[in-house]
């Protein structure tokens, strides 16, 4: 059996998920059909891809080949703006692995952004799910598993990892953060009538116009990083989807950054003795989350966080 080459995100390895994989893989008795959920997709493609390593590695006969380019390695990926997986897309994979593999015996399909499926695609996998074809591995990778059809789920071995999130690449980003803490601060310490509002209202929409900046400046980063890595032949609906994918990472990044920002400030009034410090981070992050659901229904980020830095304008105002 050929070792496999491509390693586990640092932050999955060790974790009860990787374990109990590494055991069946081990035994030989990997189920066909697996659920990957965790909340950073970057860490969740790169733990399918560590996986589809390990299934393609156990038989493979002649050189080896990373999965991003093996022939027996099917990836599948919402496609154009609207960011979905698509009928033809599932029936091309169904076509795929219905034939023999390539080499060896084994073949392994990754499906990321699951929950992209549309009605009728997930239909046409929930039947391939009931009727795997032989030696083949469906994994599924998702941040929200239960927007997949019930059906699909209880057809499927669920592990979750846990966040990975990687930092946010962008010379500035840190310096912004810094200044939202300082912005909280001053809010906490007293806004006086007339120039005292003005000031923390101009810093606010100050904010906000850094953070779209930095926001453009970081996915245009993580765009070109994943483009270098992309395996050839992708079209462009694919490519487009893929820089979608990365802008979209970037801005839940970003905003959980923020979130780990207001907690580091709300635990040094805590452990100074502020105890009114525990709810007024309760009621921002509670707001921070509101603010970062509304991207789900795409609205636009900067308004969003404006809604958000609204919030806190209130929340930390002391008087």
């Not at 979905?84 to 076509?95: K, L, T």
């Not at 909280?184 to 310490?189: E, F």
């Amino acid at each position: 059996m050929t070792s496999a080459a491509v390693p586990w995100p640092p932050a999955f390895a060790g974790t009860p998920a990787v374990t109990v994989i590494e055991r069946a893989l081990e035994a030989g008795r990997l189920s066909h059909s697996l659920l990957l959920a965790g909340d950073d997709p970057e860490g969740l493609s790169a733990a399918g891809l560590a996986l589809a390593d390990r299934i393609l590695s156990r038989d493979a006969a002649g050189p080896a080949y990373p999965p991003e380019t093996h022939p027996d390695c099917l990836q599948v990926r919402p496609a154009g703006k609207s960011r979905q997986i698509g009928v033809e897309a599932v029936r091309e994979m169904v076509g795929r692995v219905n034939v023999s593999a390539s080499i060896g015996r084994s073949k392994v399909v990754v499906i990321h952004d699951a929950e992209r499926l549309n009605a009728a695609a997930a239909n046409i996998l929930l039947k391939t799910l009931e009727e795997p074809p032989a030696d083949t591995t469906i994994l599924l990778l998702t941040a929200r598993p239960y927007a997949l059809l019930p059906t699909i789920r209880s057809r499927v071995l669920h592990f979750r990892f846990p966040g990975m999130a990687s930092p946010v690449r962008a010379e500035g980003w840190e310096a912004w953060v810094a200044d939202y803490r300082a912005w909280l601060t001053r809010l906490g310490q007293g806004v006086s009538p007339g120039a005292g509002v003005a000031d923390s209202v101009f810093t606010l929409y100050g904010l906000l116009a850094r953070f779209g900046f930095l926001l453009d400046r970081a996915a245009a980063l993580e765009s070109t990083r994943r483009k270098a890595a992309l395996p050839e032949g992708l079209d462009d609906d694919e490519i487009a989807a893929i820089e979608t994918e990365a802008a979209v990472g970037i801005r839940l990044r970003m905003f959980a950054a923020i979130e780990e920002a207001t907690r580091a400030h709300a635990t040094g009034l805590m452990a100074a003795g502020d105890e009114a410090a525990r709810r007024l981070l309760t009621a921002s992050v509670d707001r921070l989350e509101h603010s970062a659901s509304l991207l789900r229904v795409n609205l636009n980020e900067l308004a969003a966080l404006e809604d958000y830095l609204l919030a806190c304008l209130r929340i930390w105002t002391r008087r």
